[in-house]
């Protein structure tokens, strides 16, 4: 079985409550986005991962061919379901089921400094 693509996934805002942007690493290439508004850092991860999944549809991915990574230990305990969401985690959480078509793929949690997405982040800033 081939390996799966890595899709690296970070979100953040400055400060916190403040302006989000996130960013995404896949196959070597860095997307960031920024000015998505005000909000938290957990919608801000939130915001990352589901922009993560909708990068694995715009490469027209398979399941099975991609798996999620990122740093923030509780979004992907609600979003893989190991802890119960509420108010605007659930919203996020149905959003991004809603985008992967009711069956979400891995998604795994990484060291922030095995983060590709927030050393990208982090880079972005040091500048």
Same mark, same amino acid.
């Given at each position: 079985?081939?390996?799966?693509?890595?899709?690296?996934?970070?979100?953040?805002?400055?400060?916190?409550?403040?302006?989000?942007?996130?960013?995404?690493?896949?196959?070597? *290439?860095?997307?960031?986005?920024?000015? #998505?508004?005000?909000?938290?850092?957990?919608?801000?991860?939130?915001?990352?991962?589901?922009? $993560?999944? *909708? #990068?694995?549809? !715009?490469?027209?991915?398979?399941?099975?061919?991609?798996?999620?990574?990122?740093?923030?230990?509780?979004?992907?305990?609600?979003?893989? !379901? $190991?802890?119960?969401?509420?108010?605007?985690?659930?919203?996020?959480?149905?959003?991004?089921?809603? #985008?992967?078509?009711?069956?979400?793929?891995?998604?795994?949690?990484?060291?922030?400094? *095995?983060?590709?997405?927030?050393?990208?982040?982090?880079?972005?800033?040091?500048?």
């Amino acid at each position: 079985m081939p390996a799966r693509i890595k899709i690296f996934f970070d979100g953040g805002c400055q400060p916190n409550p403040g302006r989000m942007e996130i960013a995404l690493v896949a196959r070597g *290439q860095t997307h960031i986005r920024r000015d #998505l508004g005000e909000g938290s850092s957990m919608t801000a991860e939130w915001l990352a991962l589901i922009a $993560a999944e *909708q #990068l694995a549809r !715009d490469l027209d991915l398979a399941r099975s061919a991609y798996v999620l990574l990122g740093d923030a230990a509780a979004v992907i305990a609600q979003a893989s !379901d $190991a802890h119960r969401c509420r108010g605007p985690s659930a919203e996020h959480r149905a959003a991004l089921l809603a #985008l992967a078509g009711g069956t979400l793929p891995p998604i795994r949690y990484v060291r922030r400094t *095995q983060n590709l997405a927030g050393i990208a982040l982090a880079r972005f800033h040091a500048r």
